[in-house]
């Protein structure tokens, strides 16, 4: 206890505080690649995995949003279309070439599609919509996993499913086919890479008033329904939590959880965010 105390009054008073906030951060030195973070819930995970201590590779198509958050939290920002294997890999290159190595993926970029019957799928819009949301996910798990492998770093592979992978529910016929087959394809992925020290995970939004949910509401709603309605919607439709909607930072903090090596012994896993949405419909049933 004098040890302490003594150390204690050495440090001084601010370097405690550091110290302090320093053990705060949980991802301290990590390199970490984010795909689709130029907004919504890849933009505030990008910016909780910096404000953690992480360096950041924003990977996205909308490169002046991408650009400019790259630049406010210490970011790099480069152009990749998910759809484009070669584009992944520039990504992940970018990180090897920046820090020396990868720790973490966040595989988060993805479209909502449009919705249509069953009966009159336009199937091109289908093979659309599978090579971002779906073969996305391959490319990026595919070319993570390589630098990973390669710098012998024990990484973390998160990729984003939905409750729509689960439940189905109003979304597009190709976005539910495209997130029921990513929780496969981690799990896969996960019993590959054990091994190797790599873990594999998905989490599963639901109801995120981001720009894709708004814009699916005006499908089915009119291009009039407000993001505020949106917000209404989902909080008293879609949670157990007291009207509670799921915000951006919501999911970003679940994203950190699994990227951190807190949860070094979670893989395999596909983490629901959706306020107990799914299990409540599910014990109806
Ligand atoms: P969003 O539209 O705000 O963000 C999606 C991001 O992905 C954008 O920055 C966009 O530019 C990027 N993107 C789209 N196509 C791309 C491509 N081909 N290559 C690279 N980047 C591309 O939507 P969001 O709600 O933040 O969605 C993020 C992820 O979360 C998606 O995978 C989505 O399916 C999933 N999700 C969202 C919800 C929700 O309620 N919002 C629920 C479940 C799952």
Not at 229 to 249: F, H, I, M, P, Y
């Amino acid at each position: 206890m004098f040890a302490f105390l003594l150390y204690a009054m050495e440090q001084g008073v601010d370097k405690h505080v550091d110290l302090q906030n320093s053990s705060a951060k949980r991802m301290i030195g990590k390199v970490a690649v984010v795909t689709g973070g130029a907004r919504g819930i890849g933009a505030a995970t990008a910016k909780l995995f910096a404000e953690n201590g992480a360096y950041v590779v924003i990977a996205d198509i909308l490169d002046e949003a991408g650009t400019m958050l790259a630049d406010s939290i210490g970011a790099r920002y480069i152009h990749c279309d998910v759809a484009k294997e070669s584009d992944v890999e520039s990504a992940i290159q970018l990180a090897i070439t920046w820090k020396g190595k990868l720790d973490i993926l966040f595989s988060n970029a993805g479209i909502g599609g449009t919705a249509s019957s069953i009966t009159s799928l336009d199937m091109e819009q289908v093979k659309h919509l599978v090579s971002i949301n779906l073969l996305g996910n391959v490319h990026a798990i595919k070319h993570a996993a390589r630098a990973m492998l390669r710098c012998n770093t024990k990484g973390s592979i998160i990729c984003t499913s939905s409750s729509a992978g689960i439940m189905g529910g109003l979304a597009s016929h190709p976005y539910s086919l495209s997130k029921a087959g990513i929780v496969g394809l981690m799990r896969t992925a996960a019993c590959e890479l054990g091994v190797h020290g790599i873990r594999v995970n998905c989490i599963s939004p639901h109801g995120v008033p981001t720009d894709m949910l708004i814009s699916g509401y005006r499908m089915f709603r009119g291009n009039e329904t407000t993001p505020e309605e949106v917000k209404k919607l989902v909080g008293d439709q879609g949670s157990l939590l007291r009207g509670k909607a799921a915000t951006v930072e919501d999911v970003a903090q679940a994203a950190v959880f699994l990227a951190s090596d807190d949860t070094g012994f979670i893989t395999a896993h596909n983490l629901i965010i959706d306020g107990g949405y799914t299990s409540a419909i599910s014990s109806l049933s």
